[in-house]
């Protein structure tokens, strides 16, 4: 693996967000593509953090400052993952749900989707199922996209789906995702899976026909 990376990775573990940005623009400069700055650096980062946080060798606090860091990184990626395409494909709703403040996967899904084409309005995080359904009547999406990390508020996501069903706004596609939920989920509700965030752009290219 490229120095650089292992750099990253221990700037995003020690949660030095000047650091990152520096070693982020440097891997940059060196000719490093964002796809591999963000895969191999600031994910594999925020991957050994999970570990240690699983583990229960560091907490909250150190969790937030390391995912403060790969949200830095990926600021300064964004445009050039976004540089390749402009086409309309479809417009896409996207939030994590209520009780739930995880909200890197759907910053990261949302950038390849506009990467891909999509318009994202981005609901934020913890965003209860009637801000959903107002997002839902106000921008008219053509997708409804959900992000859960914690088994308690994935369950909204249900909730939300009949929901949509009730108030006659069912002709949005929906597609759920994060680590707690798999395909079996998805088809109960009445809703799409996928596990990752290419597979995501992947998902909204086959829901639309794209
Ligand atoms: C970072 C983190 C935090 C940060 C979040 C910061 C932020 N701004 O996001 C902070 C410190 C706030 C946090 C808090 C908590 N966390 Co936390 N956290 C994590 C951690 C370490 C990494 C998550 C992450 O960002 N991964 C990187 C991203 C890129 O991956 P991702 O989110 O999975 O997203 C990918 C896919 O899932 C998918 N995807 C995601 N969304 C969507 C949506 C769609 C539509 C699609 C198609 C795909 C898709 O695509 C993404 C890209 O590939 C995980 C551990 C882990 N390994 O996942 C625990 C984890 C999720 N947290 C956990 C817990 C328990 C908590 C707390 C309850 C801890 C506590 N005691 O307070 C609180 C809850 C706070 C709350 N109310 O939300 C547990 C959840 C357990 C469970 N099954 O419910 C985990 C699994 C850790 C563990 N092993 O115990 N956490």
Known sequence: MSKIFKKIMEAVEEG??????????????????????????LLEGMNLVGEQFKQGTIFVPEVLMSAQTVDAGMEILKPLLNAGDIKNAGKIVFCTVEGDL????????????????????????????????????????????????LTTTMLSMDT?????????????????????????????????????????????????GN
Do not use: F, W
């Open 16 to 41: 030095d967000k000047e650091e990152v940005i520096a070693l982020v623009q440097e891997g940059l400069e060196d000719g490093e593509t964002p796809q591999s700055i963000l895969n191999d650096g």
């Open 102 to 149: 995880h909200d890197i996967g759907k910053k990261l899904c949302s950038m390849l989707l506009q990467g891909a084409g999509y318009e994202v309005i981005d609901l934020g995080a913890d965003v209860a199922v009637d801000r959903i359904l107002d997002g839902v009547k106000v921008h008219k999406p053509d997708i409804l996209a959900m992000s859960a990390m």
């Open 160 to 208: 939300a789906v009949e929901s949509l069903k009730k108030e006659g706004l069912d002709q949005v596609a929906v597609m759920i995702g994060g680590a707690p939920l798999s395909n079996d989920y998805a088809l109960k509700i009445g809703a799409n899976y996928s596990e990752d965030a290419v597979g995501a752009v992947e998902l909204a290219d086959r829901l639309l």
